[in-house]
């Protein structure tokens, strides 16, 4: 393992499909805790089995959805951070030199998308989007605070968060484009994640698997830190904007650009 951030963005430069995997460690610089960060984070606080599966949900859906909905509140007043804008901007150059770019979340909070990102995809799901129980209707949620709790559908059902819970399976479209884009690329950016929930987790073994090179950034070890090709130990806010900047130069994006297409 080589903690060099140099190599990477030379890797960057010359990738010709770019895969990102996100976790929740790239809001927390926007003021969003993570889940398994000691102490602060929200399982350290919470029970998932309380709050985060479908039982939970059956057994007091008023509790659940209310703390969901506060989630929603809280994320409603956070922006995006430099993480986010380096990642938004990656998108940006590789559409301009004709690289292949798959941005894939674990996060909920659609910060990637406030920052710029065009094409998300969301593994387990959003806090945004909220869907009857019974009827399966779905619609946006941006407003205020729901005012009753679990918030109600017109067919009668009960509304819940459009996130996956413990125990649920991902939407196979997304999982099966996922797999497909860490399978096929040549450099693979995984960001804050604790990499230990699957089936995320496993797109960075597929590529790992597929030969591809794979960069990490994370303040702390994970478990593929001794497997991955570079591990950079910072935070992403800080890490992505360096590393975006070494590779394609300081935001004067046609420069770089023009020279390095030939
Ligand atoms: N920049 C980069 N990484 C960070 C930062 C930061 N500023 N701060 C913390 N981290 C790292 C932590 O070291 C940790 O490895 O982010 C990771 C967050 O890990 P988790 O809290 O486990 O979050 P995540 O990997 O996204 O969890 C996966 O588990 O609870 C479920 O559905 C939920 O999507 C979530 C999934």
């Known amino acids: 393992m080589v903690d060099s951030s140099d190599q990477a963005a030379g890797r960057l ?18 003021g969003i805790a993570t889940f398994r960060d000691a102490m602060t984070g929200l399982w350290s606080q919470f029970n998932p089995a309380d709050l985060a599966t479908p039982e939970a949900f059956r057994r007091d859906p008023e509790l659940v959805s209310r703390w969901y909905d506060e989630r929603r509140l809280q994320v409603a007043g956070c922006r995006p ?5 380096a990642l938004a901007r990656m998108e940006r150059i590789a559409g301009a030199r004709g690289v292949k770019f798959t941005l894939i979340t674990q996060n909920v909070d659609r910060l990637h998308q406030a ?29 205020p605070a729901f ?6 559908c017109i067919c009668g059902g009960s509304r819940r968060p459009g996130v ?15 797999g ?13 994640t604790s990499s230990v929930v699957y089936p995320a987790a496993r797109l960075i073994e597929d590529a790992i698997a597929a030969g591809a090179k794979v960069l990490e950034v994370n303040p702390n070890p994970t478990p593929f830190s001794d497997e991955v090709d570079w591990s950079i130990r910072g ?11 070494e590779a394609f130069g300081n935001g004067v994006d046609a420069h770089r650009i023009d020279s390095s297409a030939g």
Do not use: M
Request: net charge negative; aromatic share 6%; charged share 25%.
């Open 13 to 30: 430069r010359e990738a010709k499909r770019v895969t990102v995997l996100t976790g929740a460690g790239i809001s927390a610089e926007s």
């Open 81 to 85: 951070n430099d993480g986010h804008l």
């Open 115 to 143: 920052a710029g990102s065009q094409s998300v995809i969301e593994l387990h799901g959003t806090l945004w989007v909220w869907r009857c129980v019974d009827c399966g209707k779905e619609a946006e949620e941006t407003g």
């Open 147 to 152: 005012s009753e709790y679990p918030p109600t």
């Open 164 to 178: 996956v819970w413990f125990g649920e399976g991902l939407n196979w479209r997304d999982l099966s484009a996922a």
């Open 180 to 192: 497909v884009a860490a399978k096929a690329c040549d450099l693979l950016i995984s960001v804050g």
């Open 235 to 245: 935070k992403s806010g800080e890490v992505l904007p360096r590393l975006v900047e």
